[in-house]
C-alpha cells in the first residue's frame, strides 16, 4: 500500500489530456470560437461553492496548459487544504479560447477528485480516535484509477492495491475455483511468491484457515461488529485486518473500535459526489 499509488509518465498524460479533450471539443468549441478573437486573453479565478478538501489543480491545470502552454496559474490553496463556501482557489489568465474550452475537463477532474478527498477526509475524521486507517477500493472510474486513489490519499486515506498485478486478493470465487483457502494460497504462491497475499473470509472459521495459511492480510467480509472483535483477538497481530463491506457513517466508528487495522470503502470511489467549483471570468 502506498501513498499515492500511480505515477504517470509525460507522455501518457499528455495523451490521457488530449482524449479528454477531444471527447468535448471534437472539431471545435463552436461558441467560445464564435464570441472570442483567437488572440483575446481572460482572466479568470476558481471559486468553492462547498466546503470540503481541495484536489486535482495540477491536473485541471495540465488541462489548461494543454490548450495554453504559456497559461499564469497561481492557486491561492494547495491540495488537501480545507475549504470553504465563497474561498478563492486559484487565478489564472491565458488564452481567451483555451480558459473557456478547457472549462468543463478542468473543472470534471477537479470537482471529482475534490469530492473523493472531501468523502475520505469525513471518514478519516469520524475514525480519528482509532488507529484504523481508512482504504479505496478498486471501485474506481475506468481510466481515472490513479486520480481516483490520489484523491483518497489527499484526503487522508490509504491506497490499497493498484489493480490486479501488485497484491494477490484471493475472494470467494477464487476459494470456490481453488477449492479451498489453503489451495488458493498455495496455487498464487507458486504462481507469483513475489505478492503478498491477502484472503477475504466471512467467518471466524476462514479467519484461521487463512491464518494457518499464513497470508499478509485477512478481509473481513460484512462481519458484525462482536464478530470483528473476535478475530481481531484471534489473529492477535499475525495478519493484518481488514474490514469491508456495508461501512458508512451511522456504524464507522463502532467498526473502527474492534481494533482492525483497515476500513475498506467502496463508495469513496464509486459513488462520487462532485465538489462544486464555479469558474470566473474577471476581464477580457
Known amino acids: 500500500m502506498s501513498e499515492p499509488v500511480m505515477i504517470l509518465d509525460q507522455a501518457d498524460t499528455l495523451a490521457r489530456i488530449d482524449r479528454w479533450l477531444l471527447e468535448d471539443v471534437q472539431t471545435g468549441d463552436v461558441t467560445t470560437e464564435a464570441i472570442l478573437a483567437a488572440d483575446a486573453r481572460v482572466a479568470a479565478r476558481w471559486v468553492a461553492k462547498s466546503d470540503g478538501v481541495?484536489?486535482?489543480?495540477?491536473?485541471?491545470?495540465?488541462?489548461?496548459?494543454?490548450?495554453?502552454p504559456a497559461l499564469d496559474w497561481q492557486p491561492e490553496v494547495s491540495d488537501g487544504d480545507t475549504v470553504v463556501a465563497g474561498d478563492e482557489l486559484v487565478l489564472f489568465e491565458g488564452a481567451g479560447q483555451a480558459v473557456l474550452t478547457g472549462e468543463r475537463t478542468a473543472l470534471n477532474i477537479a470537482q471529482r477528485m475534490s469530492g473523493i478527498a472531501t468523502a475520505t477526509r469525513a471518514y478519516v475524521e469520524a475514525i480519528a480516535d482509532h488507529p484504523a486507517r481508512i482504504l479505496d477500493t478498486r471501485k474506481t472510474a475506468p481510466g481515472l484509477r490513479d486520480l481516483d486513489k490520489k484523491a483518497v490519499a489527499t484526503g487522508g486515506g490509504v491506497n490499497h492495491r493498484a489493480g490486479l498485478y501488485d497484491l494477490a486478493m484471493i475472494k470467494d470465487n477464487h476459494i470456490v475455483a481453488a477449492g479451498g483457502i489453503a489451495a488458493a494460497v498455495?496455487?498464487?504462491?507458486?504462481?507469483?511468491?513475489?505478492?503478498?497475499?491477502?484472503?477475504?473470509?466471512?467467518?471466524?472459521?476462514?479467519v484461521d484457515e487463512a491464518l494457518a495459511a499464513g497470508v499478509d492480510m485477512i478481509m473481513l467480509d460484512n462481519m458484525a461488529p462482536e464478530t470483528m472483535r473476535a478475530a481481531v483477538a484471534q489473529v492477535a497481530g499475525r495478519a493484518k485486518l481488514e474490514a469491508s463491506g456495508n461501512v458508512g457513517f451511522a456504524n464507522i466508528a463502532e467498526i473502527a473500535a474492534t481494533g482492525v487495522d483497515f476500513i475498506s470503502i467502496g463508495a469513496l470511489t464509486h459513488s462520487v459526489i462532485a465538489f462544486d467549483i464555479s469558474q470566473r471570468i474577471d476581464r477580457i
Open 54 to 68: 481541495v484536489a486535482g489543480l495540477a491536473e485541471a491545470r495540465a488541462v489548461f496548459a494543454r490548450l495554453d
Open 186 to 206: 498455495a496455487a498464487v504462491r507458486a504462481h507469483a511468491p513475489y505478492v503478498g497475499i491477502e484472503v477475504e473470509t466471512t467467518n471466524l472459521e476462514e
